[in-house]
């Protein structure tokens, strides 16, 4: 596609519900990255792909989070029992590959854990 | 731990007034520092630097790195509303792909 595209762009779900997050690349890039940007903070980075291999997965918060990229392309971002903590605007980002910095980023999904 | 600190926190200006702004980091394994824009939610990237000493410049908005003293500073120029946002720094290394992001810098620009 044209963009680093989103969905959902915003997602209110109850403390202990599950939630998927996805992620889909702009065609071609085989760089993918997850970060999450809680109010008034900078970007923490979670997770980032190389094709379907994740060789950082290290900002991953805890096992309740987990990610997945299929195909090269769609990535999956899963977040189990969710807590309020886990409320924040999660960004996905490409690049045409592996330490290109010019990232391009999705306009992110705003998640609220109530 | 790695840490990038920026500063101001938050800046409110007039058009037209020229604005520095820090990022200053603490990490091992450095490779690039990156600046970025956010406006609403998808940041934009500004600059990519490497080398220490020389400066990059696109249109109003010029940045410079200092590895020995371990920072950063990005300049606009005769300010325009359009200029408002957070401005992101952020540092790049050798063994991962991650970036580690400063808090920002809310610049805010008022005619």
């Known amino acids: 596609g044209a963009g680093v595209s989103q969905s959902p762009s915003n997602k209110v779900t109850e403390k202990g519900k599950d939630v998927e997050l996805r992620c889909d690349p702009i065609?071609?890039?085989?760089?993918l990255y997850w970060y999450r940007q809680s109010l008034g903070q900078g970007l923490e980075f979670l997770i980032y792909?190389?094709?379907?291999?994740?060789?950082?997965k290290s900002g991953l918060p805890s096992d309740r989070f987990s990610a997945e990229r299929t195909g090269g392309s769609v990535s999956t971002l899963t977040i189990q029992r969710t807590q309020q903590e886990d409320s924040a605007v999660y960004l996905c980002?490409?690049?045409?590959?592996?330490?290109?910095?010019?990232?391009?980023f999705g306009s992110g999904t705003r998640l609220t854990v109530v | 731990e790695d840490k990038v600190v920026q500063s101001p926190l938050s800046l409110v200006v007039h058009e037209g007034d020229t604005v520095t702004l820090n990022c200053s980091y603490e990490v091992t394994n450095f490779r690039s520092l990156l600046w970025y824009k956010q406006e609403k939610k998808a940041p934009t990237f500004l600059f990519m630097l490497?080398?220490?000493?020389i400066e990059k410049k696109s249109g109003r908005l010029s940045s410079i790195l200092d590895k020995k003293e371990l920072f950063s500073i990005l300049n606009i120029t005769a300010t325009q509303t359009g200029d408002s946002a957070i401005y992101l720094c952020?540092?790049?290394?050798?063994?991962?792909?991650?970036?580690?992001f400063g808090t920002g810098t809310r610049l805010q620009v008022f005619p």
């Open positions: 792909f190389q094709g379907n291999s994740a060789p950082d």
């Open positions: 065609s071609g890039h085989t760089a």
């Open positions: 980002a490409s690049s045409p590959r592996q330490g290109s910095y010019g990232y391009t």
């Open positions: 490497t080398s220490s000493g």
């Open positions: 952020a540092v790049a290394f050798y063994n991962t792909d991650k970036l580690i």
